[in-house]
């Protein structure tokens, strides 16, 4: 009968023996497993991993059922310079190649290819080759496996159950394995350096050279534990790293990216684990963290992305009354007003509040040659960074920003600069912003909403990189195409914009919501 053994103890020490012998071969190939299959989108690995490990369980029971089969091809099958090659020699000599040649590459793309990975975005496998690739190796260590069964135990049924048990247990380990693999770049390569000591013995097995399993056995559980040291050594010295530390190394990082000099050792071979803690634990507040942005990013932005609308400045008119410019001075409380002649387009320059009110005092109206000067002037596509340099160098604390045809669109000041990197302040003339948060999850808030300032409180890009609006009022202004009356929805990606009020022409109020509660 099949399973007449079941009463023999030495076949049960037999199959004790072969379990673990299977899993002590198999550990290889579930490692190489994993490797590959890391290299998949994160959706795609644990059917690669399945999927491999029901292969390699097809690929050995088929094998052990032509038992006959398999014991033929220790027998020579072809014969070089008197040199005999038997059908396992041929099979193991490619198998090492292919194992050396796929360590190696493998090894090399994460040795040379680091410094390429943050200039493109990941890239990963294609499924079906990932598979292919996992067959190979099936087939390879199936065929170690099977050979290794074959010549301690006789009965097929006990090399199949240990072989299923075996499988059975890889597969329990194979998904922690994954992750402390995927977790842990430096175990990767040294399972590539295994994997090639593999594939190193299994061309030498092929060319009829034995090598003690013991030995690569040894170096590879020596190896194991130098690298548990080292694991338990950098875990240590995690902890000893401090919130402060931490913030230190991150502006040591930011500075020498910056073209600053660095102290050598600023990052260490932490780096990684540094970059963890920052994502894992509160270093930086929020605030921090959006001034730390906003610097990053100022020269990315454009003078027309922060500047005050020509529409929206507060200026003093010489075509008005003494009183009224008196009122106005006083009323606005600005240090400095902008001066016109009837309209926007008759500019004639820009005042200090202790000067004008000085003039209007003693002489009843503005003294134009004495009180009044002239503002730098920038294009409206000049960068941000560009810009605080030129009003540093021009020792002014406004810049008129232009178009293309020499028009006023705005004005920029030194508070502008600071509201870049550090958020929006309201002045003193203008209502605070108002966020009012709906039952339904909506928001509520000011057209004259900042659009980066939008953009992080629902979580979505907003920016426009051309800089052709810079607040939610202007977005959908420009999504509409036509100024909307109110009730009118206006839908982008995931949200539903709805324009609760509008003051005028100008877009007072906006609702806005996700689509999938959007009525």
């Not at 990684?272 to 959006?290: G, M, P, Q, Y």
């Not at 009354?321 to 009122?327: D, I, L, Y």
């Not at 002649?341 to 009843?364: E, P, T």
């Amino acid at each position: 009968m099949i399973f007449d053994w079941l009463s023999d103890p030495s076949a049960w020490i037999g199959l004790a023996t072969l379990i673990v012998l299977e899993i002590v071969l198999g550990i290889d190939n579930l490692v190489f497993i994993a490797i590959l299959a890391d290299k998949l989108p994160p959706h795609q690995r644990d059917a690669a991993r399945m999927i491999g490990l029901a292969l390699a369980l097809i690929i050995r029971l088929a094998l052990l059922a032509s038992i006959a089969w398999v014991v033929t091809l220790t027998a020579p099958l072809i014969s070089v310079w008197g040199f005999g090659l038997s059908g396992r020699d041929i099979i193991l000599i490619v198998g090492g190649l292919f194992l050396l040649f796929k360590g190696t590459m493998e090894l090399h793309e994460r040795l040379e290819g680091q410094e390429a990975e943050g200039e493109k975005k990941v890239v990963h496998a294609v499924f079906w080759q990932v598979i292919v690739q996992i067959v190979v190796l099936d087939a390879i260590f199936s065929l170690d496996s099977v050979i290794t069964a074959v010549g301690m135990v006789q009965e097929l049924s006990v090399m199949m159950v240990a072989v299923i048990i075996a499988v059975g247990v890889m597969l329990f380990l194979s998904r922690p394995l994954m992750a402390f693999v995927s977790k842990h770049p430096t175990v990767v390569i040294l399972c590539l350096g295994f994997l090639m000591m593999i594939g190193f013995s299994l061309v030498v097995e092929g060319f009829g050279f034995h090598v003690p399993k013991g030995y690569l056995y040894a170096a590879i559980g020596f190896s194991i534990v130098i690298e548990a040291l080292n694991q338990l050594a950098r875990r240590n010295k995690e902890r000893l790293i401090t919130p402060t530390n931490i913030r230190n190394r991150t502006a040591d990082a930011v500075l020498g990216l910056l073209g600053a000099q660095r102290p050598q050792g600023a990052l260490g071979e932490t780096s990684e684990r540094t970059a963890e803690k920052l994502v894992t634990e509160e270093v930086f507040s929020t605030e921090e963290k959006d001034m730390i942005h906003g610097v990053l990013t100022l020269a990315d932005r454009s003078a027309r992305s922060i500047m005050t609308p020509r529409t929206d400045i507060v200026c003093l008119d010489l075509d008005k009354p003494r009183e009224e410019q008196q009122r106005r001075v006083i009323e606005i409380g600005h240090s400095r007003f902008p001066v016109i002649r009837g309209s926007f387009d008759n500019f004639v320059g820009i005042a200090s509040a202790r000067d004008v009110m000085r003039d209007l005092l003693q002489d009843g109206e503005i003294d134009i040659k004495r009180s009044i000067r002239q503002p730098l002037a920038v294009h409206e596509s000049i960068n941000v960074l560009k810009l605080m340099e030129r009003l540093r160098q021009s020792n002014q604390a406004m810049a008129l920003v232009l178009d293309e045809y020499g028009e006023i669109e705005g004005l920029v000041t030194t508070t502008d600069l600071f509201e870049a990197i550090a958020g929006e302040f309201p002045d003193e003339d203008n209502e605070p912003l108002t966020i009012d948060k709906g039952e339904d999850g909506s928001l509520t808030v000011d057209g004259w909403i900042d659009i980066r300032h939008l953009s992080k409180l629902v979580g979505t890009d907003l920016i426009d990189e051309a800089d052709r609006y810079s607040t939610l009022a202007g977005f959908i202004l420009w999504g509409l195409g036509h100024l909307p009356h109110e009730g009118e929805r206006f839908n982008s990606g995931r949200l539903a914009f709805e324009v609760v009020k509008l003051n005028g022409r100008n877009i007072d109020k906006v609702r806005i919501q996700p689509m999938e509660y959007a009525i």
